[in-house]
C-alpha cells in the first residue's frame, strides 16, 4: 500500500473534508476530534484508517462520549460493522445513523490499471438517463454525474461507469454490470476507461465498495 503522503491531493481534500489534521492518526488508542468543518454538507461523523493508523472526526459534542467507546476498541474492531454500531449507541440519540465500514479506492497514473480493450464508449449523462434501467445500474448515480463510459452489445449498455465529482480534486467512478453480462472483464473496461478519462482532466480515481462486498 502506498504512504498518503504520497498523494498529496488526496490529503488535502481527506484534511478539508474531514475539519482535522491528519498527523494525529494513530494505532491505539484511536483518537476522536472535533471537526473545524461547519458547512451544511459536512457529514457530522468519519472515522478514517490509512493502513494500521486511524482517526474519528465528529461533532463537538460528541468527542468525550465517542473517545470513551473508541478507547475500548482495537483498530480492527472499531473499523467494522461492530464499531459502527458501537459508535451509533452514542449516535442515535441525536437521530444519526452510521454507515459502514467502507473501502475507499485511489489510483493515480502510477497506480491505474489500464483498461481492457472491451469497446467502452463514452455517454452524455442525459442520454444515459433515457437508455438505462436504473434498476439494474443502481451503483450508478445520474444525480451529479459528469460523463459516463459503457459497453454497448446488440443495441443494450450492459456495463456502465459514471464519474461524479466527489471532491474538488477527486473523482468517483460507479459501475455496474448487468446480470447477464457478469463474469467477462466488462467492468473492468468500464472502470479503467472513466479513470482514464479522470487522470487526462487532472483528478485522482476514487472507488468505494461496501466491506461485505466480497468479489
Known sequence: MMKLEDFAPLRTALEEELGVSLDVMDSGPVPVLASAQCSPDFRPLWALRWGNRGLVSVQEQWVEPLQAVVNDLALDELFSIFGAYELSEITLSD?????????????????LRPPLEAGAV??????????????????????????????????????????????????????????????????????????????????????????????
Open 95 to 111: 437521530g444519526v445513523a452510521l454507515w459502514g465500514p467502507s473501502m475507499h479506492y485511489f489510483g493515480d497514473e502510477r497506480t
Open 122 to 215: 463514452q455517454f452524455e449523462v442525459e442520454e444515459l438517463r433515457r437508455s438505462i434501467d436504473c434498476e439494474i445500474f443502481w451503483h450508478c448515480s445520474l444525480d451529479e454525474a459528469l460523463t459516463g463510459f459503457g459497453v454497448v452489445e446488440e443495441g443494450e449498455i450492459v456495463a456502465l461507469a459514471v464519474v461524479v465529482p466527489t471532491f474538488e480534486q477527486i473523482w468517483e467512478i460507479g459501475m455496474e454490470v448487468a446480470p447477464h453480462a457478469k463474469g467477462r472483464g466488462l467492468g473492468r473496461a468500464v472502470v479503467g476507461a472513466a479513470g482514464r478519462w479522470i487522470l487526462q482532466n487532472e483528478r485522482l480515481v476514487m472507488a468505494t465498495v461496501a466491506s461485505w462486498n466480497i468479489p
